[in-house]
């Protein structure tokens, strides 16, 4: 393993968060202790913050527009993009620059072409993951650390890997109970399951309750999708005419 490379992404992540030199130790410490907890251990989170960066930067030296409107997770080379762009182009691209990265496995499009929301509604959505991290931090009967959570126009997002269907039941019944979600939409997988390549990949949808006229609905219900027309993912070969000059 490169050490320098982790010594890089773990100064860099804890700079930007503003940790002075007497709490730099104690942050770099707490950060290699939580991805060893990690399924993956610290090889594995290594590996996705560098396909994190990565990403983040062809899509910074694309368009700083573009790199402004997307969210990414990415856990064991499952990579999550979400966001809201105007252009239906612009998603196709910033999907294509997602696969580049060496160790991507999975490419998983969440990503809505439509008006960005308001300074509010970014406040509203940064809430909303805010309060579930919290509930999810103090819940002892869930693993916090292995879950991402992204929160786009009242739609919450998860990644990351769950103990047993208990504790990810557990985790989406939390996010639902939040004022102001409309939707909650699970990438999450069970712990010790195979990552999947495959590129009808989608995740499972659990609507808010008053969303239907009140009515309560199953706590799994997946759904289909397909290239460029919503949820899902897709392997660039297959569309590669499409955004790629002949």
């Not at 804890?14 to 709490?23: D, E, H, K, Q, T």
């Not at 999975?106 to 008006?115: A, L, P, T």
């Not at 009967?141 to 103990?163: D, F, K, P, R, W």
Request: glycine share 10%; hydrophobic share 40%.
């Amino acid at each position: 393993m490169n050490k320098s490379l982790i010594v890089t992404l773990m100064a860099s992540t804890l700079i930007l968060s503003g940790c002075g030199a007497v709490g730099l130790a104690t942050g770099v410490g707490a950060a290699v202790g939580v991805s060893a907890a990690k399924e993956g251990g610290l090889r594995g989170t290594v590996t996705d913050e560098s396909i994190r960066l990565e990403i983040s930067d062809l899509w910074f030296k694309k368009s700083v527009d573009l790199f402004g409107k997307l969210n990414l997770s990415v856990n064991q080379g499952r990579v999550l993009v979400t966001g809201v762009v105007q252009q239906p182009e612009d998603r196709v691209e910033a999907i294509r620059l997602a696969w580049q990265p060496k160790g991507v496995k999975q490419v998983i499009n969440e990503v809505r072409v439509g008006e960005s929301g308001t300074i509010g509604t970014y406040a509203k959505d940064t809430w909303i993951s805010g309060q579930l991290r919290t509930q999810m931090t103090f819940d002892k009967y869930i693993q916090s650390i292995n879950y991402s959570i992204e929160t786009v126009h009242g739609a919450v997002y998860l990644m990351g890997v769950a103990q047993s269907q208990e504790e990810l039941d557990r985790v989406i019944k939390l996010a639902r109970r939040i004022k102001g979600v409309s939707e909650v939409i699970s990438y999450a997988k069970l712990l010790g399951e195979p990552v999947s390549s495959d590129s009808s990949v989608a995740g499972d949808v659990y609507m808010q309750p008053d969303a239907i006229a009140n009515e309560p609905v199953p706590l799994s219900s997946g759904f289909e999708t397909q290239p460029y027309e919503g949820q899902g993912s897709y392997n660039p070969s297959s569309v590669q005419s499409e955004i790629l000059p002949p």
